[in-house]
């Protein structure tokens, strides 16, 4: 989209969205897409989890699974652009909404409001990530909020929140990476649960001055 803050890019193996400051690339990997958030240039910072189907108790989520990943262009505004995400996995139906918006200080929200349409028990339905943050980058963190800067001197801030009823959780896995989580406040004996986190890359300076 001509004057748009962000820019997208696509192909059979590869969905890339791009703003001033973060870079979210879905990657398919066999039979699913896979996902990381990083710099626009660089390596990425942040690595979904994938769960194993064959190992995995079908009755806790690790992390939804997609296996389409399709760009909605109705909505498209030059700050704001989504993709439509779908996958299934034993008896879970996942759909999410990925919604990729700027703001006037030039910070970038990843909004994922996610949906699981199962007729068998949930125990549990998470979407986790590895970190390449050490625990010791962490600026706060309690179950709303976990908010990272980016090495010392950094003016890159990152963020992951939680929204509606779900929550966070953060455990290290080594002296350079946390494991991240945003945990569904399920509800029992329904048939779908919700799940929705942000994660917010912005400027030290922007959100200062």
């Given at each position: 989209?001509?004057?748009?803050?962000?820019?997208?890019?696509?192909?059979?193996?590869?969905?890339?969205?791009?703003?001033?400051?973060?870079?979210?690339?879905?990657?398919?990997?066999?039979?699913?897409?896979?996902?990381?958030?990083?710099?626009?240039?660089?390596?990425?910072?942040?690595?979904?989890?994938?769960?194993?189907?064959?190992?995995?108790?079908?009755?806790?989520?690790?992390?939804?699974?997609?296996?389409?990943?399709?760009?909605?262009?109705?909505?498209?505004?030059?700050?704001?652009?989504?993709?439509?995400?779908?996958?299934?996995?034993?008896?879970?139906?996942?759909?999410?909404?990925?919604?990729?918006?700027?703001?006037?200080?030039?910070?970038?929200?990843?909004?994922?409001?996610?949906?699981?349409?199962?007729?068998?028990?949930?125990?549990?339905?998470?979407?986790?990530?590895?970190?390449?943050?050490?625990?010791?980058?962490?600026?706060?963190?309690?179950?709303?909020?976990?908010?990272?800067?980016?090495?010392?001197?950094?003016?890159?801030?990152?963020?992951?929140?939680?929204?509606?009823?779900?929550?966070?959780?953060?455990?290290?896995r080594g002296p350079r990476a946390v494991q991240a989580q945003a945990?569904?406040?399920?509800?029992?004996?329904?048939?779908?649960?919700?799940?929705?986190y942000l994660w917010t890359w912005a400027s030290r300076s922007d959100?200062?001055?």
């Open positions: 989209m001509a004057g748009a803050s962000w820019d997208l890019e696509q192909d059979d193996e590869l969905v890339t969205i791009r703003t001033a400051c973060v870079r979210i690339v879905f990657r398919r990997s066999g039979d699913r897409w896979t996902h990381e958030i990083g710099p626009p240039e660089g390596p990425p910072l942040v690595a979904a989890i994938e769960g194993d189907p064959a190992s995995d108790d079908p009755a806790r989520v690790l992390s939804p699974v997609y296996q389409e990943v399709q760009h909605h262009p109705f909505d498209d505004e030059p700050r704001r652009v989504r993709l439509l995400l779908t996958g299934l996995r034993h008896r879970h139906h996942f759909s999410a909404v990925l919604t990729v918006s700027t703001d006037d200080d030039g910070a970038t929200t990843l909004d994922f409001d996610v949906a699981d349409r199962c007729r068998d028990a949930v125990l549990g339905l998470a979407a986790t990530y590895d970190v390449r943050l050490g625990a010791g980058e962490i600026q706060a963190a309690d179950d709303a909020a976990i908010r990272w800067t980016l090495g010392a001197g950094s003016e890159t801030l990152v963020s992951l929140a939680s929204a509606d009823a779900s929550r966070l959780a953060v455990a290290e945990l569904a406040g399920l509800i029992p004996g329904a048939f779908t649960h919700r799940l929705r959100r200062t001055r």
